[in-house]
């Protein structure tokens, strides 16, 4: 059955899911290779569509072209999708990338890439950290969000289970006693802490961390979080 009316329930409820506090258990996703990523993982609960669908679907609705744009809050495209939260879980991988408190979704996302990338396949966000299934990070991210273990914690309770796991603990900061990454030398497993955009990481996270290393700089005295994080995990990317 063709939607075409703007008040219809179900456009009102997908509308909604551009507020993160109707986020609980569901997202939009607004472009169509994040639809197909979200398919191919298994993470596609509704796919909405103009014309024709892009692949079969069984929980597929199709609308009208003014009913499509209201929902996405944008014009022009043929199909969006509404996706469940990704299964949180850690696996044994030897590169794990751990974001204290990032407050910009577009960081959190191009970190998810740099980390699919590097071979950094666990990623840890801590609890005050931006949300993931906003629209930013899903599409910074360029569906590595599906292909990665994602978790949250406290990082004061899981940083010395990594620890005991026998994780090198690498924090960054401009400190006294900071390394240069050449100085460190690149360990079996390693867990890198990058922090929030404005006050880095946390002292009581820095605190419990093995080493603190800095990324030497000329004519800047300081990088995104994004690019320091791609820097860093192609320094200790897993080989």
């Known amino acids: 059955m063709l939607i075409t009316s703007l008040d219809n329930r179900k456009v009102k409820e997908w509308t909604k899911l551009h507020q993160k506090k109707y986020r609980q258990d569901e997202y939009l996703l607004l472009y169509e290779d994040l639809v197909k990523s979200a398919y191919d993982n298994g993470y596609l609960k509704t796919l909405v569509y103009v014309d024709k669908p892009p692949f079969e679907f069984a929980n597929s609705y199709e609308v009208s072209r003014e009913v499509l744009d209201k929902i996405a809050k944008k014009e022009g495209l043929t199909c969006i999708g509404v996706g469940r939260h990704i299964d949180q879980k850690r696996s044994s991988s030897k590169r794990v990338i751990i974001l204290d408190h990032l407050q910009d979704p577009l960081n959190i996302g191009r970190i998810m890439e740099s980390a699919a990338l590097f071979g950094f396949d666990d990623v840890i966000l801590s609890t005050q950290s931006a949300d993931i299934y906003h629209d ?26 990594l620890k005991e796991e026998g994780y090198e603990i690498l924090a960054t900061g401009l400190k ?15 867990a890198i802490i990058l922090g929030n955009e404005g006050s880095g990481v946390r002292e009581e996270v ?17 990088l995104n979080v994004a690019m320091a994080g791609a820097i860093l995990m192609h320094r200790f990317k897993k080989i």
């Open 176 to 190: 006294a006693h900071s390394k240069e990454l050449y100085e460190v030398e690149t360990a079996e497993k390693m």
């Open 136 to 161: 930013k990070c899903l599409k910074a991210s360029k569906g590595a969000i599906y292909s990665l273990n994602i978790s949250i914690h406290d990082l004061t309770s899981i940083i010395p289970i």
């Open 206 to 222: 820095m605190a419990i961390s093995d080493e603190v290393v800095k990324i030497d700089m000329h004519n800047i005295d300081s």
